[in-house]
C-alpha cells in the first residue's frame, strides 16, 4: 500500500515563501505524474502543478512565476517551492501521485493535506 505524506505547511504574511514536500512509502513500480493540489474554504479542489515522469511541469494560471515543482525520482518525492505568497494562495494543500501498479493498472494515491495560510 503506498502512502502520501505532505509537509511544510503553515502561516505565512503575503509576499513570504513556504516549501511544500510530499514523500511516498511502499513500492511503486512505475510512477507517471505527481501534482499539488490545494481547496481554498467553499471552493472546489483545483490542480496547482503537475509534473510528468520526463520532468515536464505545468502550472496553474494563477502561480505562474510564483510556484515552482519538482521532483526527485530517486525516492519518489516532489516539492513545490512557493514564492511572493497572496492572501488568495490560502487553502490546503494536497499532494497526488499517479503510477502504475503491479499489473499495470494506473493508480491515484492522496495525501491528507497541508495547510497553508496567507495572512498578514
Known amino acids: 500500500q503506498v502512502q502520501v505524506v505532505e509537509s511544510g505547511g503553515g502561516l505565512v504574511q503575503p509576499g513570504g515563501s513556504l516549501q511544500l514536500s510530499c514523500t511516498t512509502s511502499g513500492r511503486i513500480s512505475t510512477l507517471i505524474n505527481m501534482g499539488w493540489y490545494r481547496q481554498g474554504p467553499g471552493q472546489e479542489r483545483e490542480r496547482v502543478a503537475l509534473?510528468?515522469?520526463?520532468?515536464?511541469?505545468i502550472y496553474a494560471d494563477s502561480v505562474k512565476d510564483r510556484f515552482t515543482i519538482s521532483r526527485d525520482n530517486l525516492r519518489n518525492a516532489v516539492n513545490l517551492q512557493m514564492n511572493n505568497l497572496r492572501l488568495e494562495d490560502t487553502a490546503v494543500y494536497y499532494c497526488?501521485?499517479?503510477?502504475?501498479?503491479?499489473?499495470?493498472?494506473?493508480?491515484?494515491?492522496w495525501g491528507q493535506g497541508t495547510q497553508v495560510t496567507v495572512s498578514s
Open positions: 497526488n501521485v499517479q503510477y502504475l501498479n503491479n499489473v499495470l493498472r494506473v493508480i491515484n494515491t
Open positions: 509534473i510528468n515522469s520526463a520532468g515536464s511541469p
